[in-house]
């Protein structure tokens, strides 16, 4: 069984930055896919970033060159570098992992201030 467990989030002024981490238990980290997504109240669970374990990553029209996504497979760990953030960042967000099916982590909110 595969468990993801986010960290990281929490408030900052529009134009700081976070860094988010998910650490994932098991041992097909490697071979998986990993995702960040992010949920807003009143707004439906929307793509933010995604790493293959080739290390291709592809992100959200509405994050590139703001956010960086990147893994370390030593520490089965996924992580989301957030820089100039914006209100509309506000969100939940959660850790993905998909190899045969998908995993989901709980997520952790970012609030960002203007």
């Known amino acids: 069984q595969v468990q993801l467990v986010e960290s990281g989030g929490g408030s900052v002024q529009a134009g700081g930055s976070l860094r988010l981490s998910c650490a994932a238990s098991g041992s097909i980290f490697s071979i998986s896919t990993m995702g960040w997504y992010r949920q807003a109240p009143g707004k439906q669970r929307e793509l933010v970033a995604t790493?293959?374990?080739?290390?291709?990553?592809n992100y959200a029209d509405s994050v590139k060159g703001r956010f960086t996504i990147s893994r370390d497979n030593t520490k089965n760990t996924v992580y989301l570098q957030m820089n100039s953030l914006k209100a509309e960042d506000t969100a939940v967000y959660y850790c993905?992992?998909?190899?045969?099916?998908?995993?989901w982590g709980k997520g952790t909110l970012v609030t960002v201030s203007s």
């Open positions: 993905n992992l998909m190899v045969f099916r998908t995993y």
């Open positions: 790493i293959t374990s080739g290390d291709s990553t």
